[in-house]
């Protein structure tokens, strides 16, 4: 028999905390409806009124399996807490509330960019992170340390196999969560960055909500980590994805605050001065983003000084994996945000792809470039561009949505120009037929 679901569940109200994003206004509802205080709630839970009080503010708990335990509790029906926590049901195309529709956000568009990918299940390994960032997988019990797993991990990442590293994060997020029984802040701060990762990932593939949930778990790990770099590593992240839903002055203060605390150690080692350098290139392209120029040309300048003697290959394992070029690559994006092409490519021709170390960051020079030349008009030097970047890492072209927008026009307004229909054919020939899948 169909259990029926109290009418207050179908509420405006209910709807609203869906829309924002907010599970720990949920539980706070589900228990008023019973009439329990928080004590009560936590009494049936195990835990304390304290941390009943943590849930219900901001819904962020060292352990998922809690909230779904207190939502289960208060009677907060399933797809609901799935819905507020950006997992089940139709999710709004808006990147965020009241906000612009967003290209990135469109569901047939990611659908057909995970099929571009070249990912055997596309909708299988989605749906997995998707289900570990609400309730983790049983640990595989690999006997690979967790250091050696993760370097692996971003070394999938940085060569572009985002098919790969969807497979392997639910698990790699379960071993991190086993191995912090002992609270010890190496543990957390491993954990910090497995969430970072899985962020950066669903942030490249268009999935703002998930990525967001994600990122704000790695800002808790941190937190607990005790470590001012851990701590900025993960701002860095969620400020990306605010600034890709549209909330870039919020996203602002984070990394600002972040960088103080990282100016406040001194800077006095190299691991130091690049997370400053890496979290000052992250405000000014926010800033650019947002059309404040003075304090984007400031903000990269500023960055650029801090990266000057930073060695030109970054050693194996640092956090933030910046160097002077990484920082001038930086200029490329801020001057194309800033609407100003001409100076883009100025500071892009000075750039050569064997001053990068990974593919990704090689794919990303080319289509900064791509972007800039597409700015200034340019079809047949965006299309080279394109190419460039296909031939270093397909998947900075095929599962970007904003490349993908660039090669479907440039394939609809500039057939002829060179290199197009070859562009056309390696990326837009792997789309899913009109209604499969």
């Not at 690979?144 to 994060?169: E, I, N, W």
């Not at 701060?189 to 704000?216: E, H, M, P």
């Not at 080692?269 to 392209?285: D, I, P, W």
């Amino acid at each position: 028999m169909q259990r029926t679901i109290d009418p207050v569940w179908n509420s405006s109200r209910v709807r609203s905390l869906m829309e924002t994003s907010d599970p720990g206004g949920l539980i706070r509802l589900g228990r008023a409806l019973r009439g329990w205080r928080q004590a009560d709630l936590g009494r049936r839970l195990g835990c304390s009124a304290s941390t009943v009080s943590r849930l219900e503010k901001s819904g962020r708990v060292s352990d998922l399996r809690l909230l779904q335990r207190a939502a289960c509790e208060v009677g907060v029906p399933p797809h609901i807490l799935g819905a507020a926590l950006g997992l089940t049901g139709p999710r709004a195309t808006n990147v965020a509330p009241n906000g612009p529709r967003h290209i990135e956000e469109d569901p047939m568009r990611r659908r057909t960019l995970l099929a571009a990918a070249g990912l055997a299940a596309p909708t299988s390994l989605l749906l997995g992170v998707e289900s570990a960032l609400a309730d983790l997988p049983t640990p595989s019990g690999s006997s690979m340390p967790l250091d050696v797993r993760l370097a692996r991990a971003r070394a999938v990442f940085d060569t572009g196999r985002y098919g790969d590293l969807l497979k392997a994060l639910p698990d790699l997020l379960a071993t991190a969560h086993a191995r912090i029984r002992e609270r010890a802040d190496i543990d957390y701060a491993r954990l910090s960055a497995c969430y970072a990762l899985t962020a950066q990932v669903l942030v490249k593939i268009g999935r703002y909500d998930q990525a967001r949930l994600a990122a704000d778990r790695a800002g808790l790990y941190a937190d607990l980590s005790g470590s001012p770099l851990v701590s900025a590593a993960a701002a860095r992240e969620l400020a990306i994805v605010l600034r890709h839903q549209n909330q870039a002055d919020t996203a602002q203060r984070l990394v600002l605050r972040a960088a103080s605390a990282v100016e406040s150690t001194g800077l006095h080692t190299q691991a130091q001065a690049a997370a400053y350098a890496q979290l000052l290139c992250t405000t000014s392209y926010t800033a650019a983003r947002a059309g404040g120029r003075d304090e984007a040309l400031s903000m990269i300048e500023d960055a650029a000084r801090a990266a000057r003697d930073l060695p030109a290959v970054p050693p194996t394992g640092r956090l933030f994996a910046i160097t002077p070029a990484s920082v001038q690559l930086y200029q490329v994006g801020v001057h194309w945000a800033l609407g100003d092409a001409g100076a883009a490519i100025r500071a892009g021709g000075q750039l050569r792809p064997e001053q990068f170390t990974t593919a990704e960051r090689k794919g990303r020079l080319h289509t900064d470039m791509a972007r800039a030349w597409w700015q200034w008009g340019k079809p047949e030097e965006t299309a080279q561009s394109l190419l460039a970047a296909f031939r270093v890492t397909p998947a900075e072209v095929r599962d970007r949505p904003s490349m993908r927008a660039i090669v479907e026009e440039l394939n609809r307004s500039h057939a002829q120009a060179a290199g197009v229909r070859e562009l056309g054919r390696l990326v837009l020939a792997a789309a899913p037929r009109a209604g499969a899948g």
